[in-house]
């Protein structure tokens, strides 16, 4: 059987790493010089009440061309074939290390490294529809080609209750992000071929749903879409915007899932977005 293998940069629905037998190679969360693993020694709910309590917002890495070895020799029997889908790559150095332990592992294993060009809930669309694929008998350069049309057609749209993260970060520009944080903006962000850009402010949490909902209406119209709603630490809200998303789009397959902490970290609690590519 197929391997697939994600790394904590992207999300999973509800029973998603079950049913579709999805290994996870954790990001690293370090913070105070320690490093953690989500899933492993850290959970959301250790994470935002290290954010809550000590004011102080983790770090992220990659994990290491030895980390990947390591995890590779443990989900896999020689001659297997691996398929790892991985946060963009103009983000994170995680495709690089993953591309190293391929070369490390030639001849031993199969292992495919396939850059996803964006993270969350994407990455996770990606496994499912992989692992889909190779339980009706697909072969890999089939999964692959799909994979390339998915990643061409995905779009992604959210928007940030704080620019604290961001700016903390790095993530985007720090001259947008003081802006926005003096200002009380609401960005709406749009992650496209692995870049991160603002596309539009608004001044309200209600009005920037709205115009995260009408971006991407405007981008996939009335095509039948299978979509996802994330949401970091507010599931409230996600669940709010899931049934607007109902009432909205030409649903297929809906998808709801919390944005990892390797992201949360970056952006923020109260961050919600939309994923979506046409079925």
């Known amino acids: 059987m197929l391997k697939i293998v994600m790394d904590t940069a992207g999300d999973l629905g509800l029973g998603w790493q079950q049913e579709y037998d999805i290994n996870l190679i954790p990001i690293n969360i370090i913070h105070n010089g320690i490093s953690y693993q989500q899933g492993i020694d850290i959970d959301y709910d250790d ?38 889908i991985h946060v963009t790559d103009k983000l994170s150095g995680t495709m690089a290390s993953a ?34 694929m190779s339980n009706t008998g697909k072969t890999i350069p089939e999964i692959l080609h799909r994979l390339d049309t998915i990643r061409d057609d995905m779009q992604l749209v959210f928007t940030l209750e704080t620019m604290k993260f961001a700016q903390l970060s790095g993530r985007v520009k720090s001259l947008q992000a ?14 496209h071929d692995g870049i991160i850009e603002i596309k539009d402010k608004v001044r309200s ?14 981008k996939m119209g009335d095509d039948p879409l299978k ?51 046409k079925a």
Not at 69 to 79: R, T
């Open 47 to 84: 994470f935002y009440a290290l954010v809550e309590q000590e004011g102080a917002i983790p770090s992220t890495s990659q994990p290491t061309p030895y980390q990947f070895i390591e995890f590779y020799k443990k989900i896999a029997q020689p001659g297997d074939s691996i398929l790892s």
């Open 99 to 132: 591309h190293q332990a391929a070369e490390e592992l030639k001849g031993e294993y199969d292992i495919h490294p396939f850059d996803s060009a964006s993270g969350t809930i994407c990455m996770g669309m990606m496994c499912k529809e992989a692992r889909e």
């Open 178 to 191: 003081t802006m926005a944080s003096i200002l009380d903006i609401k960005p709406i962000i749009e992650l």
């Open 205 to 218: 949490r209600k009005a920037s749903i709205i115009r995260m909902i009408d971006l991407m209406k405007s």
């Open 227 to 277: 979509i996802a709603v994330v949401h970091a630490h507010d599931a409230f809200t996600g669940e709010e915007l899931l049934e607007q998303v109902k009432k909205t789009f030409n649903c297929t397959e809906v998808a709801f899932a919390e944005i990892s902490i390797s992201l949360a970290a970056h952006f923020g609690p109260g961050t919600v977005g939309l994923a979506a590519y």
